[in-house]
T-cell receptor, first 113, second 114 residues
Framework: EDKVVQSPLSLVVHEGDTVTLNCSYE??????LLWYKQEKKAPTFLFML????IEKKSGRLSSILDKKELFSILNITATQTGDSAIYLC?????????????FGTGTRLTIIP | EAQVTQNPRYLITVTGKKLTVTCSQN?????MSWYRQDPGLGLRQIYY???????DKGDVPEGYKVSRKEKRNFPLILESPSPNQTSLYFC?????????????FGNGTRLTVT
């Protein structure tokens, strides 16, 4: 059975701190790993990772994938209150045309001013 | 503006009364999908569609139906809703399948079945 496990479940830090969110997975026929940010409503796309060791960066956020150890991390530096959200990790697989995307349960990040 | 539009945003209904949640996208995306989000369980896929007239089951399809008669629309139908279908539902679309292009989500429909 496919599994995507995120840790920690919840994290509370002060503004300006750096945080690292983790996502480990067990999925056959891996295609890509995606990170989403969910505030009050719809998840919004952050990163798509397909290759090991290549860091993707967007402002204060960065992410990297390790396909050998089957995990990814999402780093946020100099956190701001606007970073408070649930961060979702999802892994995509393809098996003879049967497309599947499995989400983790998310990490709830709270930034205290 | 490129978007995925779901309606209604909130819906309270009674057990057994058929309902439809509509989903429409204006980005000419081929791939569309429905998810439900429950505390502690994350987002789970209900049904997806790779293109017009092509639909397939996700992880939790029981009690739901979908159709894809046109590229832009992908309605979710609950023929006989039950309380265990109380959840937050998201429709999503992507250009050519989510492993090549990211999903764009609608703003969600919060359904309560009493």
């Amino acid at each position: 059975e496919d599994k995507v496990v995120q840790s920690p479940l919840s994290l509370v830090v002060h503004e300006g701190d750096t945080v690292t969110l983790n996502c480990s997975y067990e999925v056959t026929n891996f295609r890509s790993l995606l990170w989403y940010k969910q505030e009050k409503k719809a998840p919004t796309f952050l990163f798509m990772l397909t290759s090991s060791g290549i860091e993707k960066k967007s402002g204060r956020l960065s992410s990297i994938l390790d396909k050998k150890e089957l995990f990814s991390i999402l780093n946020i530096t100099a956190t701001q209150t606007g970073d408070s959200a649930i961060y979702l990790c999802a892994v995509a697989k393809s098996n003879f045309g049967n497309e599947k995307l499995t989400f983790g349960t998310g990490t709830r990040l709270t930034i205290i001013p | 503006e490129a978007q995925v539009t779901q309606n209604p945003r909130y819906l309270i209904t009674v057990t057994g009364k058929k309902l439809t949640v509509t989903c429409s996208q204006n980005m000419n995306h081929e791939y569309m999908s429905w998810y439900r989000q429950d505390p502690g369980l994350g987002l789970r896929q209900i049904y997806y569609s790779m293109n017009v007239e092509v639909t397939d089951k996700g992880d939790v399809p029981e009690g739901y139906k979908v159709s894809r008669k046109e590229k832009r629309n992908f309605p979710l139908i609950l023929e006989s809703p039950s309380p265990n279908q109380t959840s937050l539902y998201f429709c999503a679309s992507s250009l050519e399948g989510y492993y090549n292009s990211p999903l764009h989500f609608g703003n969600g429909t919060r359904l309560t079945v009493t």
